[in-house]
């Protein structure tokens, strides 16, 4: 018995004192992404950390306490402008260009503090099962795609510039959680999910 309980006990210390600030390469590297309402993981300040930690401080027997302050928040982003074209002359500048729209359905997760972040078959996910206390889908662990390419001809007029870029749509669900096994607590951090619905390339003309 005594084996146990000591071995029990090493294990949990080194399980307090890993600590992990893991983040999706992929929307997190984005130019822009706009939210409706509220704000993203990583423009949380340390006071609103302190103030959401107070949801999910109360000890749990066994199991992940989840308090999540955005949920599925309707969020506009631009991955990425593909060219910039002005005409500060006296005649119009014709261009041809392939653009292609997509249907798209992705997930990028992100985590902070202790909350880790694992690696299956090229998928990221949370460790510990935080998947499940979150209740994703698992359609959202798939990238699916609906391709549309057509050609345009576009003219950029004196005075205007003509701008490219890859734009879309996701909702944004995110939070802190923190994960308790015997009443100690093992975890505690920042989740975030990003799921992304719709990407297509803009095409924009505008004054200079």
């Not at 600590?19 to 822009?32: C, L």
């Not at 944004?172 to 297509?200: C, D, H, I, P």
Request: overall charge neutral; glycine content about 6%; aromatic content about 12%.
């Amino acid at each position: 018995m005594k084996r146990i309980t000591m071995l029990l006990l090493i294990l949990l210390s080194m399980n307090s004192i890993k600590f992990y600030s893991y983040g999706s390469a992929n929307y997190q590297t984005y130019e822009t992404i706009e939210m409706v309402t509220g704000k993203l993981l990583e423009d949380f300040t340390e006071k609103e950390y302190q103030t959401h930690y107070e949801k999910v401080d109360k000890r749990l027997f066994m199991g992940w306490r989840v308090h999540k302050v955005n949920e599925h928040v309707k969020a506009t982003y631009v991955t990425e402008t593909m060219f910039s074209y002005y005409n500060d002359g006296y005649t119009p500048i014709e261009y041809k260009y392939t653009l292609s729209r997509k249907e798209t359905s992705k997930l990028g997760l992100s985590a902070t503090g202790s909350i880790a972040l694992s690696s299956s078959k090229g998928d990221k996910l949370f460790k510990n099962n935080l998947d499940s206390s979150l209740k994703l889908s698992a359609d959202y662990q798939v990238t699916t795609e609906d391709k549309e390419t057509y050609e345009i001809s576009l003219e950029v007029d004196p005075g205007t510039q003509v701008d490219l870029y890859t734009y879309g749509e996701g909702k944004v669900t995110n939070g802190v959680a923190a994960r308790y096994v015997l009443f100690v607590r093992l975890e505690r951090g920042g989740f975030e999910v990003f799921l992304v619905t719709t990407q297509y390339q803009r095409l924009e003309k505008k004054r200079i």
